[in-house]
Structure formats: structure tokens, C-alpha cells
């Protein structure tokens, strides 16, 4: 069982940044890829970025490639999302989760997730 805890979430202005957080529970961190999502008002859930269990692998949504950086730490247990250049658009609520599997980018495949955390973005 993994519990997820994320923080950081806030309003700013269009060009600002946010730093997520997200804090696992658990000894068994570090052998689970983690991801983050997000969902807007009256649209599905979205994939925004993942990270394998070492933090060497890391995969980019296109829409927020170059803007958003997806790190880790397995000493932490814990997993951030460094967002840069913030846009209207990037907002939602944001959803950390955690996959058994190596690496997804795929909401179905992740077996633990956070409660959200707001992220607004004014223009």
C-alpha cells in the first residue's frame, strides 16, 4: 500500500512557476515509477509527466515540454514537478500517482493516487 500526499498547488500568474510535491508513504518508494496528471473542469484526466524508479528515465507531455520538469527522490520518497512559464490553459487540478510498472504514461496503469492539489493560473 502506497499513500500519496500532494502539495504546492496555488494560484499564479500566466509566466509564474509552481513546485509540486508529492509525498509517498511506505518503504517501497523507489520500485515504483511515479507520474502526475491532471484533470480541468469538464475535460478528462490528462497525462502531464513520468519518471522510472532510478529518476533516469523521464517522459514529457508535449504540451508541457520545455515548461515542466519531473524529478525524484528516493531518499525523500518523494516526487516533484517543477513547473516553469505557466500558461491559462495549465489549469486543473494536478494528481500525483504511482505504477508497478516501469514507466507509463497511461492513467490505467497506475495502482496509487494522491488527492490532488489546485493549480490556477491567471492571465
Known amino acids: 500500500q502506497v499513500q500519496l500526499v500532494e502539495s504546492g498547488g496555488g494560484l499564479v500568474q500566466a509566466g509564474g512557476s509552481l513546485r509540486l510535491t508529492c509525498a509517498a508513504s511506505?518503504?517501497?518508494?523507489?520500485?515504483?515509477?511515479m507520474g502526475w496528471f491532471r484533470q480541468a473542469p469538464g475535460k478528462e484526466r490528462e497525462f502531464v509527466a513520468a519518471?522510472?524508479?532510478?529518476?533516469?528515465?523521464?517522459y514529457h507531455a508535449d504540451s508541457v515540454k520545455g515548461r515542466f520538469t519531473i524529478s525524484r527522490d528516493n531518499a525523500k520518497n518523494t516526487v516533484y514537478l517543477q513547473m516553469n512559464s505557466l500558461k491559462p490553459e495549465d489549469t486543473a487540478v494536478y494528481y500525483c500517482?504511482?505504477?508497478?510498472?516501469?514507466?507509463?504514461?497511461?492513467?490505467?496503469?497506475?495502482?496509487?493516487w494522491g488527492q490532488g492539489t489546485q493549480v490556477t493560473v491567471s492571465s
Open positions: 500517482a504511482a505504477s508497478s510498472r516501469p514507466y507509463s504514461t497511461r492513467a490505467y496503469e497506475y495502482d496509487y
Open positions: 511506505g518503504r517501497t518508494f523507489s520500485s515504483y515509477a
Open positions: 519518471i522510472g524508479r532510478s529518476g533516469t528515465s523521464k
